[in-house]
């Protein structure tokens, strides 16, 4: 089950580098007849923007993991409770440190298959900048 999910992550991840990357190039299709520095310019640009779109995901991903925002979901979960439910029912959890603790047991991995699919789209773009200003 473990395995399928990752690979369904793969899949996914890669058709929105794609269709990321095919709408960079449909945005900028002009410059392509231009000159050569000139569509190199548009691969510059057409890998890193989706890069850094699943880079960020991937990394967002990590951070919430690790717990970075429990506590902002913890607050602003009691204070909607408290401002909008005119009953004031009793909170689920006693404290920050039970919330976290359940949290803590129900919580999976991180989008790895993003990360990695944003951190090459962002290396291929490096890359090809070395080349247009090399040559």
Not at 4 to 27: D, G, Q, R
Not at 55 to 78: E, I, Q
Not at 100 to 109: A, I, T
Request: hydrophobic share 45%; glycine share 8%; with cysteine.
């Amino acid at each position: 089950m473990r395995n399928k999910s990752k690979k369904i992550e793969l899949v996914f991840s890669l058709i929105a580098f794609l269709i990321i990357f095919a709408l960079m190039i449909l945005n900028q299709q002009g410059n392509l007849a231009i000159s050569t520095r000139e569509t190199v310019n548009v691969f510059i640009n057409s890998f890193f923007v989706p890069g850094a779109v699943l880079f960020g995901t991937g990394a967002l991903s990590w951070t919430g993991k690790h717990g970075v925002f429990d506590g902002l979901v913890y607050s602003f979960t009691n204070f909607a409770k408290h401002l909008f439910i005119p009953t004031r029912t009793k909170s689920k959890y006693e404290s920050f440190y039970e919330y976290r603790v359940k949290r803590e047991e129900k919580r999976s991995g991180w989008l790895i298959y993003p990360f990695l699919i944003g951190l090459c789209g962002i290396v291929i773009s490096l890359i090809l900048t070395l080349v247009y200003y090399l040559v």
